[in-house]
């Protein structure tokens, strides 16, 4: 079997007396997405330059496409693409020529103009970069980091910034990227880019893991979280809220909202409270838990 396209083992990133991260361990599987989820200073970016080879780690090891990304860095960086959150790129050249300098440092580049039109901007290619407007700057990003048809694309908060339509068709791009085979390890804010695109989620939470696994791993082991009932007006619901320990409430006549961590057993027992009620039941429904507040729960102590 090949080996992953990121393995990362207990790595550590110090800066002086912080720690950033604090044993991180993570495989990216080749032609798959990771999306790297946390709170402002989680360590996602401190990672992220480790696996780059911008940086050694402190402790623990990072393998990249079989390669050590910081004594290898020469073999690896033809075959990466890497979007950094901030461009990174001489502000007095315009568009197209940034795209067609880093166009030439590949040996099979994709078509310039191409790419240009993909991310629209085509009529940004004579518009020097520090002209751009930061979404615009995103897009060019993340062209740059495509070109050299990598093999493995590292991008830092890639749709930061970016309009709807813009993030929409970064979406697409990535998702193109998978069905090519390439693999791709991002960090966002975005749950629902997460939700979306990823094939596997990495939350972290003030250096180290909180959480991992496909999005619908995440979200069905943190289950329902509300049942609504549509019945009779007027029932006892005190009775039922201390038959399912969970928060009970009729929000409009005849409406029941049952609101907690419900497993099988306790939408079964509530359902069995409206008949044996003798209550007539004409609607049910649940909500399940999202990916945003499986993260919101795990990083709750980052807003301390
Ligand atoms: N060069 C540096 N010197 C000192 N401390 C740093 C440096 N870079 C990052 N840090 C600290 O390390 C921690 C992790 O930062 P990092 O940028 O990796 O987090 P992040 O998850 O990428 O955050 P964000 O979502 O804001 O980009 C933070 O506390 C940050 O202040």
């Known amino acids: 079997m090949r080996?992953?396209?990121?393995?990362?083992q207990d790595v550590v990133v110090r800066y002086g007396g912080v720690v950033a991260v604090d044993g991180v361990s993570l495989t990216?599987?080749?032609?798959?997405?990771l999306a790297l989820l946390g709170n402002n200073g989680a360590g996602k970016t401190s990672l992220l330059q480790v696996c780059e080879g911008f940086r050694g780690p402190d402790a623990g090891s990072a393998r990249v496409l079989g390669l050590d990304p910081v004594a290898d860095h020469d073999e690896l960086m033809p075959r990466l693409g890497i979007m950094l959150q901030s461009g990174g790129v001489y502000p007095w050249a315009t568009a197209g020529e940034?795209?067609?300098?880093?166009?030439?440092?590949a040996a099979n580049p994709l078509d310039t103009d191409m790419l240009l039109d993909r991310l629209g901007l085509r009529k940004f290619a004579k518009t020097t970069f520090r002209r751009l407007s930061g979404g615009e700057q995103q897009r060019l990003s993340l062209a740059l980091a495509l070109v050299g048809r990598p093999e493995?694309?590292?991008?830092?908060?890639?749709?930061?910034?970016?309009?709807?339509?813009?993030?929409?068709?970064?979406?697409?791009?990535?998702?193109n990227l998978r069905a090519d085979g390439v693999s791709?390890?991002?960090t966002t804010h975005l749950l629902d880019e997460a939700e979306s695109l990823a094939d596997h989620v990495v939350i972290m939470d003030g250096g180290v893991v909180a959480a991992t696994g496909t999005p619908a791993e995440l979200t069905a082991a943190a289950g329902i979280d509300l049942l609504r009932?549509?019945?009779d007006a007027g029932l006892a619901v005190a009775d039922l809220a201390a038959r399912v320990c969970a928060k009970v409430t009729e929000s409009s006549p005849g409406e029941y909202e049952i609101a907690g961590a419900l497993d099988t057993a306790a939408i079964a027992a509530a359902l069995g409270w409206f008949a044996a009620e003798g209550a007539q039941v004409t609607a049910v429904d649940t909500r399940r838990r999202t990916l945003e507040d499986v993260y919101l729960a795990l990083t709750a102590g980052a807003a301390r």
Not at 3 to 8: L, N, Y
Not at 152 to 175: C, I, K, N, S, Y
């Open 3 to 8: 080996e992953a396209a990121v393995e990362v």
């Open 28 to 33: 990216v599987p080749r032609g798959s997405i």
């Open 98 to 105: 940034i795209l067609r300098l880093f166009a030439s440092f």
């Open 152 to 175: 493995l694309v590292f991008l830092d908060e890639p749709t930061a910034g970016m309009d709807v339509g813009a993030r929409q068709t970064t979406w697409e791009l990535v998702e």
């Open 184 to 186: 791709v390890l991002l």
């Open 229 to 231: 009932v549509r019945a």
